[in-house]
């Protein structure tokens, strides 16, 4: 007890009361005895949202995802809902992944909005993600909620919060709702259902969405050349599963082979080490089957479907991944191309991104005279611009971290239509005599060779928050002037809502909201981000460097020369 701080011990204290149940207190009372540090951990604050809604560890305590912490956001949100919508009858959608827990979660979340008489649809098993965002606007529903916590460790679950428009929580309602639950005492949670409010939903839904995921990314081929797409799939132990298979079976493809090994739905994740499209090492197993049956294209995503990895074969047949910004220019790029083949670009369209992707999004848009909306990380802020901005068409718009939105029928990254999509253009380019690979290459010879890299740094725990806030501090009061031999002319504080040009001092305001985000650009145009993550215990240098690239026939030479700038700029920063 001597070891334990007073205030951790008063929270913990508080946990022991009737308003929580046996299991609950028994487990307390353990970590009390035996387990100071992760008491520690489980109390020291209240778990936050993020750019991807609240999500952390399973276990008791108010830093972790359990009943109560689930109930009281519900009941803070239920309370929301009642004192914006007066006099309606309120309804809500809710979804949930693979996870362990998810299933039970999300009827502990369905009975608290019962209780507090909202109808809720409550999907009967798991489901993928942008399935909820669309639902969400089918049913006409006020708000939705998925449980998932996308391609965290096992250990972890999370709570995402979806609006009327089917995006994500944006101020000023995040905060609004964050406060209301913040007002509020665990015992104020109303745990007994009413299940009259329950209407269970399935296959009907499901039908709906994937025949829209299909009228939305197909294109206008012969059927012919998607016969001769061979396609290796992996939904990772993940929801995608119950979408991917028949949207492509649907749009016409024939040769579809799934990685059996990871096709059962499961939280242990047990083949890989991360269930994360974006770790080479997660689509090893995809990779190998391609190999195998010399297939075309490799696709995984991650455990709630909503990002996607792609691999596809290279000039020398070899299989390779895209990074996320690959797979966003190639998508945007076809996605303009065909508008503008339409005749639909009139001056009234635009494409989105965020701050820490490829500035090449912005080098399409001129190209093509549409507009490139730039927001913060999450595709929050990428639905936001769509209903900020109802009299512009939103074409498509994507992140680096391996998302992508194909218009606004789902109003988050959508790795199911994403996955058609990424397979329309890899069969038009095999039916004209290129490849997926190939055209990425003459992208880059059309608009410049664009390269990015990530590093993200992990720092667990209380003293890992604080390492990740000092490191921020420091970067702030000691500004960079010069990076690996480049001045820097622009720094972008998004924290204090400033740019500042380095050459003459002028400030100007960014015009977002705030966050706690660094941006240098120097003269040759390279660019570095340094931010923290908000769904993981993580900090993330963001690197991106171009130039030109005069033909495909020099893309080994000029790749080199790119990797040559990114790893001085990582010895610079010491990042390596």
């Known amino acids: 007890m001597t070891n334990i701080d007073s205030k951790i011990l008063d929270k913990a204290n508080a946990w022991l009361t009737p308003t929580f149940d046996t299991s609950t207190q028994n487990q307390i009372k353990e970590l009390i005895a035996n387990n100071p540090d992760e008491l520690k951990e489980s109390f020291y ?12 560890v399973m276990g008791v305590g108010t830093n972790r995802m359990n009943k109560y912490t ?26 949930h992944d693979c996870r362990h827990n998810s299933k039970e979660f999300a009827k502990i979340v369905a009975d608290v909005f019962t209780a507090n008489n909202i109808y809720v649809y409550l999907f009967e098993d798991l489901r993928p993600t942008p399935e909820l965002s669309f639902t969400l606007k089918h049913l006409n529903c006020h708000c939705g909620i998925v449980l998932t916590a996308s391609h965290n460790p096992p250990e972890y679950n999370g709570y995402k919060v979806y609006w009327q428009d089917g995006g994500q929580l944006v101020p000023p309602y995040d905060n609004e709702i964050i406060n209301e639950i913040n007002s509020l005492d665990y015992a104020d949670i109303k745990f007994e259902a009413n299940e009259d409010l329950i209407q269970y939903i399935g296959e009907d839904i499901d039908n709906t969405f994937i025949n829209a ?3 939305k990314g197909s294109l206008d081929q012969p059927n012919s050349s998607r016969d001769n797409l061979k396609i290796v799939f992996t939904s990772l132990h993940g929801t995608s599963i119950k979408s991917i298979p028949e949207t492509l079976k649907r749009a016409g493809y024939s040769d579809v082979n799934i990685v059996e090994e990871q096709a059962i739905p499961d939280g242990d994740f047990p083949t ?14 995809a990779i190998e089957l391609a190999n195998k049956i010399d297939a075309d294209i490799v696709i ?10 792609i691999a596809v074969r290279d000039l020398n047949n070899k ?30 369209e635009f494409i989105g991104s965020t701050i820490v992707s490829t500035p090449m999004m912005s080098v399409l848009a001129n190209a093509y005279n549409v507009e490139c909306k730039i927001g913060l990380t999450g595709f929050k802020w990428i639905a936001k611009m769509i209903k900020d901005f109802p009299e512009l068409d939103f074409i498509g718009g994507g992140e680096e971290s391996f998302g ?26 095999k039916n004209n005599g290129s490849s997926f690979y190939n055209e990425l290459l003459n992208l880059y010879t059309e608009h410049g060779f664009y390269k990015e890299h990530l590093v993200a740094i992990t720092k667990k725990g209380i003293e890992g928050a604080q390492e990740i806030k000092q490191i921020m501090i420091d970067a702030r009061e000691n500004p960079l002037s010069e990076i ?21 001092n002028d400030k100007t305001v960014i015009d977002v909201p705030k966050s706690n985000v660094l941006i240098y650009y120097t003269e040759n145009g390279s660019k570095v981000a340094l931010r923290p993550s908000g769904t993981e215990p993580k900090i993330k240098f963001y690197i991106s460097v171009n130039t030109d690239l005069d033909k495909v026939a020099d893309f080994n030479t000029t790749e080199q020369k790119l990797d040559a700038k990114i790893n001085n700029i990582l010895k610079d920063m010491n990042l390596i």
């Open 45 to 56: 604050k209240n778990l936050e949202f993020g750019t991807g809604g609240m999500r952390g």
């Open 70 to 95: 689930l109930g009281k956001n519900t009941q803070g949100l239920s309370n929301y809902l009642h004192q914006s919508f007066p006099n309606e009858s309120l309804k809500v959608a809710i979804a």
């Open 213 to 215: 995921s299909v009228k």
């Open 272 to 285: 890989v080490a991360s269930p994360n499209p974006e770790e080479p090492a997660a689509l090893k197993m």
């Open 300 to 309: 995984g995503t991650d455990p709630d479907c909503d990002r996607l990895g």
């Open 319 to 348: 299989m390779v991944l895209l990074n996320g910004n690959q797979t966003m220019v190639m998508m945007t790029n076809f996605l303009l191309k065909l508008w503008k083949e339409q005749d639909k670009i009139k001056g009234k």
């Open 404 to 429: 992508f939105m194909v218009g606004d029928f789902v109003r988050d990254k959508d790795a199911v239509t994403s996955t058609l999509l990424a397979c329309e253009i890899a069969a038009y380019a």
């Open 484 to 504: 690996a031999g480049e001045k820097v002319v622009l720094l972008e504080d998004y924290q204090s809502s400033e740019a500042i040009n380095l050459l003459t």
